[in-house]
C-alpha cells in the first residue's frame, strides 16, 4: 500500500506540473480571475462526472463536518496563491517554493496529528526553509513581492493535506476532491474584481485553461488518494519531484534559465525532503 501511494504521489507531480506549465501559459493572455474560475468550474464538474460514473455520493451531510469545512478554507488559501504565484513568478522559483510543502507537512504533522518527528528531521525542514529564503531573496533586488503569494499557497496546501488526515475515513477521495475544487469557484470571481485584465475569448487562451483543468483534476485527485493511503510523513516528501518537473518545463517552454541562489536554494529543499524521507524510512525499520 506505502510503494503504491508513493507511485501515485509521483505521478500526481508530474501531472500538476504540466498543470503549472498550462496556467502560466494562459495568464500571458486571460485575467488570472477568468483561469482560476473557468479551472475551479472545469474541475468541479469533471469530479461530479467521474461520481457519478463510479456511484459516488457528492452532496451529503458530511460537507459540513468541521475537518471538511476547514479543509476548504485551506484549499481556497492555496488556490489563490497557486494561481497568482504561478502567473507572476517564474517557474523555476515558484517550484522551489512549493516544494517546501512536503517539510511544512511534516512540520504539522508533528504539531497537529501527533506523529513522531525527531530532532534530524527538524533540522531537515530548517534547512527546507533557508533554501527557499535564497531563493526568494526577501531582501534582495530581484525580490519582486509576488513570490510571497507563492508562500500563501504552499501553506495552504500544506494545511489541506494536514486536514485531508483529519476528515472522516468514510468520505470518499473523490467527494473531498469535488468539494475542494466548488469551494474555489466564487474566489475567481472575487480575484478577477481586482484585475484591469478584461476577459478573452481567444481560442489560445481557453485551450490552454483546459489543458489546465484536465491536469489539475487528475493530479488534485492523485494527490487527495496519496495522502490517505499512507502515514504523511511517507508520502509528503516525494512532492518535491514536482520540483524536477516544474523546474525542467519552464526551462523547455518559457526559456527560464535558474541563476546560482535558486539552483542552491532548491537544491537545499531538495536534499532537506529527500534526507525526511530517508530518516523516515530507516525510523520504520528500525521499528519493524
Known sequence: MILRAIAIMVASMALLALSDAFIKLSSLRAPMGQTMFLLSTGGTVLFIAMARMRGVLIWSRDFWHPMVLVRNGFE????????????????????????????????????????????????????????????????????????????????????????????????????????????????????????????????????????????????YLAVTAAM??????????????????????????FGERPDGPTLIGASLVLAAGIYSFLRERKLLQNTD
Not at 469551494?183 to 474584481?193: E, Q, R, S
Not at 504523511?232 to 519552464?250: E, K, N, Q, W
Open 228 to 253: 490517505r493511503m499512507a502515514p504523511v510523513s511517507i508520502v509528503a516528501p516525494f512532492r518535491y519531484t514536482r520540483l524536477l518537473f516544474t523546474t525542467s518545463l519552464g526551462i523547455l517552454v
Open 76 to 219: 481556497i488559501i492555496g488556490a489563490i496563491g497557486l494561481i497568482i504565484g504561478i502567473s507572476k513568478v517564474p517557474l523555476s522559483i515558484f517550484a522551489a517554493i512549493m516544494q517546501v510543502a512536503p517539510l511544512i507537512t511534516i512540520l504539522g504533522a508533528a504539531l497537529f496529528l501527533g506523529e513522531h518527528v525527531g530532532w534530524r528531521r527538524w533540522a531537515a525542514v530548517l534547512v527546507g526553509l533557508t533554501g527557499m529564503l535564497i531563493v526568494i531573496r526577501p531582501f534582495g533586488a530581484s525580490f519582486s513581492g509576488w513570490e510571497l503569494f507563492a508562500v500563501f499557497g504552499v501553506s495552504g496546501l500544506a494545511g489541506r493535506d494536514l486536514v485531508t488526515r483529519l476528515a472522516p475515513s468514510d468520505i470518499p477521495a473523490l467527494t473531498l476532491s469535488t468539494w475542494g475544487f466548488a469551494a474555489t469557484i466564487p474566489v475567481g470571481l472575487c480575484v478577477y474584481m481586482f484585475e484591469d485584465m478584461p476577459l478573452t475569448a481567444e481560442p489560445i487562451a481557453l485551450i490552454h485553461i483546459l489543458g489546465a483543468i484536465l491536469f489539475t483534476t487528475f493530479g
